[in-house]
């Protein structure tokens, strides 16, 4: 069954029918065509889907779409403004946080809710907020960095 629903993505709200069973991956992927968010391993542990809602961090590939109407829903497509990267965009670029990218639009927006709620978070606050995201590349030592980096 599809109902009428609004939903407000990176600041902009749309109306439309969502079916009940529709996952916000999906309406993300496929209807808003913001195919930054990554689907890894569909299932809950890889983080890969991470977006925020209502600025925390939340896996799109568990979510419902439908049940974000009311809630404000960022994806990584948010964080660049005018073609300018982020301060945390260019810390994982500058810093070497980022090999084949897969994880990183997931990393980026956990990093994202940390860093709003923390400013000046200590290296266990990082390994706890991006616990839930792995990463097969890079060791996360660099990524680490590049979240230290953007808070500087
Ligand atoms: S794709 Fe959502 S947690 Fe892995
Ligand atoms: S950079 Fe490849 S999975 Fe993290």
Known sequence: MAQRVTLAVNGRA???????????????RERRGLTGTKRGCDGGECGA??????????????????????????TIESQSRNGTLSALQRAF???????????TPGMIMAASALLRRNPHPSEADIREALGGNLCRCTGYVKIIEAVREAAR
């Open 49 to 74: 889907c991470t977006v925020l809602i209502d600025g925390e961090p939340r896996l799109s590939c568990l979510t419902l779409a439908a049940a974000c109407e009311g809630r404000a829903v960022e």
């Open 93 to 103: 670029h500058e810093k070497l946080g980022t090999q084949c990218g897969f994880c």
């Open 14 to 28: 749309r109306e439309e029918a969502i079916e009940d069973n529709l996952l916000l991956i999906d309406y993300l």
